[in-house]
């Protein structure tokens, strides 16, 4: 049987659930939330249901359709309150990214979701694709040796102006950053020990605060990453590249190259299978299902938020932060 979800929020980010659950039989939409009416009609246009199954708040929905699930994709600030009337009511929830704005009220939801019996993930879907998920696995298989030593920066404009995150005051970290911090973490496949950030604003950001960051994070087995990223730059770039002891990971225009001193670059084969948001739905339907819990479960996702979070910390305390500072892994 298909399982039954609630949308709330369809429309910008919260668009993809919609068209994707219209063309699968394994999940099914049986209500919408939003406040906007054109987001509503839009939806309604993609999946054919009927107005009499949109509503204007998610206590409505739940009072009113029979759900398994709630998809909730709203400003990240509502998150953590809307999760939690999800929960109570028994509801599984997919979220997407940040997971919530703050580590306590993640750490929360994790505990009220356990409580009650009930899974909840995040759609942090920017590591899977398929250069990012073979490098992943060839750091994991050690295919080339162990990793030593990483680089990651990403610089480009944020589109459309300022975004959810403009009167934080770690905006990039909270804004981006959260994909960037999940990403490196998945790559190494290792927990991060400790880490060190500077969050800087330039004079001609938008945002109130933090618009880039400068830090580095160190794994467990001692691998450490350099993290440069901002989204305020006035010429975009980035790199993406971990050093193991036969030479050099990198991602380039889409590929997976590995580079040998005094040798040829050579493009590695990317590995085959669902990327991005079909991944993420195909591996929560099946956790919901009795299967295993995905990287991208809440309680997994605590150390991603525990990152960021700890990354504002060290900025405004100049001090090294441990993880296990913020949460117990």
Same mark, same amino acid.
């Given at each position: 049987?298909?399982?039954?979800?609630?949308?709330?929020?369809?429309?910008?980010?919260?668009?993809?659930?919609?068209?994707?659950?219209?063309?699968?039989?394994?999940?099914?939409?049986?209500?919408?939330?939003?406040?906007?009416?054109?987001?509503?009609?839009?939806?309604?246009?993609?999946?054919?249901?009927?107005?009499?199954?949109?509503?204007?708040?998610?206590?409505?929905?739940?009072?009113?359709?029979?759900?398994?699930?709630?998809?909730?994709?709203?400003?990240?600030?509502?998150?953590?309150?809307?999760? !939690?009337?999800?929960?109570?009511?028994?509801?599984?929830?997919?979220?997407?990214?940040?997971?919530?704005?703050?580590?306590?009220?993640?750490?929360?939801?994790?505990?009220?979701?356990?409580?009650?019996?009930?899974?909840?993930?995040?759609?942090?879907?920017?590591?899977?694709?398929?250069?990012?998920?073979?490098?992943?696995?060839? !750091?994991?298989?050690?295919?080339?040796?162990?990793?030593?030593?990483?680089?990651?920066?990403?610089?480009?404009?944020?589109?459309?102006?300022?975004?959810?995150?403009?009167?934080?005051?770690?905006?990039?970290?909270?804004?981006?950053?959260?994909?960037?911090?999940?990403?490196?973490?998945?790559?190494?496949?290792?927990?991060?020990?400790?880490?060190?950030?500077?969050?800087?604003?330039?004079?001609?950001?938008?945002?109130?605060?933090?618009?880039?960051?400068?830090?580095?994070?160190?794994?467990?087995?001692?691998?450490?990453?350099?993290?440069?990223?901002?989204?305020?730059?006035?010429?975009?770039?980035?790199?993406?590249?971990?050093?193991?002891?036969?030479?050099?990971?990198?991602?380039?225009?889409?590929?997976?190259?590995?580079?040998?001193?005094?040798?040829?670059?050579?493009?590695?084969? !990317?590995?085959?299978?669902?990327?991005?948001?079909?991944?993420?739905?195909?591996?929560? !339907?099946?956790?919901?299902?009795?299967?295993?819990?995905?990287?991208?479960?809440?309680?997994?996702?605590?150390?991603?938020?525990?990152?960021?979070?700890?990354?504002?910390?060290?900025?405004?305390?100049?001090?090294?932060?441990?993880?296990?500072?913020?949460?117990?892994?």
């Amino acid at each position: 049987m298909a399982v039954q979800c609630i949308h709330m929020g369809v429309g910008g980010r919260g668009k993809w659930p919609v068209q994707m659950f219209a063309e699968r039989d394994d999940v099914a939409s049986v209500a919408f939330v939003d406040i906007h009416e054109d987001n509503m009609n839009a939806a309604m246009a993609v999946s054919g249901l009927p107005e009499s199954k949109c509503f204007r708040t998610l206590e409505q929905a739940l009072n009113n359709v029979a759900a398994d699930c709630v998809v909730l994709i709203t400003p990240p600030d509502a998150h953590a309150p809307m999760m !939690l009337e999800a929960i109570k009511a028994g509801k599984h929830v997919l979220v997407e990214k940040p997971f919530t704005k703050t580590l306590s009220s993640a750490k929360q939801v994790v505990a009220e979701a356990e409580r009650a019996g009930v899974k909840v993930g995040v759609s942090q879907n920017a590591k899977y694709n398929a250069t990012t998920m073979t490098l992943a696995r060839h !750091l994991r298989e050690e295919t080339y040796g162990k990793a030593s030593f990483g680089l990651f920066t990403k610089m480009g404009w944020r589109s459309k102006g300022v975004h959810h995150s403009g009167r934080d005051d770690h905006a990039y970290l909270w804004e981006r950053g959260i994909h960037d911090l999940d990403t490196t973490r998945y790559i190494f496949g290792a927990l991060p020990t400790r880490m060190w950030a500077h969050s800087f604003n330039p004079p001609w950001s938008p945002y109130k605060g933090g618009a880039g960051v400068s830090g580095w994070i160190e794994f467990d087995g001692g691998a450490t990453a350099t993290y440069f990223a901002t989204f305020e730059p006035h010429k975009s770039g980035g790199e993406t590249r971990v050093d193991v002891d036969e030479g050099t990971l990198s991602i380039e225009r889409g590929e997976l190259i590995l580079t040998r001193r005094k040798a040829d670059p050579e493009v590695l084969p !990317l590995d085959a299978g669902p990327t991005s948001t079909t991944l993420i739905v195909d591996q929560f !339907l099946a956790w919901i299902n009795g299967g295993d819990e995905p990287e991208f479960s809440g309680r997994n996702n605590l150390v991603t938020v525990a990152m960021v979070e700890g990354m504002g910390i060290s900025s405004e305390s100049g001090r090294i932060v441990s993880l296990k500072e913020l949460v117990n892994v």
